[in-house]
């Protein structure tokens, strides 16, 4: 199997998250510790994604100042880590459209910083994600300036367990607007909506050519259970692990129990990777 690429790794800094959020995590007081050191230490990301097989990983952030305690600053750490080893550390940042007076002009701003993806989340920013019809107008100008720079936006689907987190907005169906309004805009719906709303992730994959499903945070080993038509839309579903959060402890062993679902190689190989490349534009 050619090099992998995770598309769902939080790389983040922990000393901007609440302490509640960060007792969810769990791992122990000792693990914690050294895995807020980890996340400033880029050669050390590094090393461990080689020893997992990983060429690239995505570093989800977003701003999300009420519930997890993370500002706009989170872009900045992003950026700073990825200019270590920019063809490996992929930054994805975030804009809060109630904490910005210029959503736009803020994704440029974080184009320019070398940010390449977006993070929108809906049950930790509480909003849903097409509440640009109704009374958040600014996130429409988030997606329209990603569209218009080529920027992914990821879109957290499904349900969260983190302290004081909105589930009413973790429906995926709100992403049907945003498919429907911004055509040219990649949407990467992380966690294929898991556990309440594969299905509605699934649909949204097949009926819009820009819209993929991030597996992460779905034990791999069950992963044909939530999605057990997968293979049909192979072309449209990115491997994430979605590492260090609650429950998942490792980029390699997640990768293992992957690959021992024995899907055919060439499923394998565009989830694993082929379908990454296309969408940012990478040498298969
Ligand atoms: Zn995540």
Redesign the pocket.
Known sequence: MESVIDI?V?IQPWEEMRPEARAKIGKGPAEQAALAALMHRPDEILARMDRAGVERIAM?NYVAPDLMGFTAAVNEFAAGIARHAPDRLIPFGGVHPRHVADPGGEVERLRELGIRGLKVHPPHQEFAANAYLFELPGLGRVYEKAQALGMPVMV?TGTSVFPGARNRFADPMPCDDVAVDFPDLTLIL?HAGRPLYMESCFFLARRHPNVYLDV??IPPKRLLQYLPRLPEIADKVLWGT?WP?PGVDDLGANLQDFLALGLPLEVQRQVLRGNACRIFGWPP
């Open positions: 769902h939080h989800i957290h992380a992460s945070g979605d959060s």
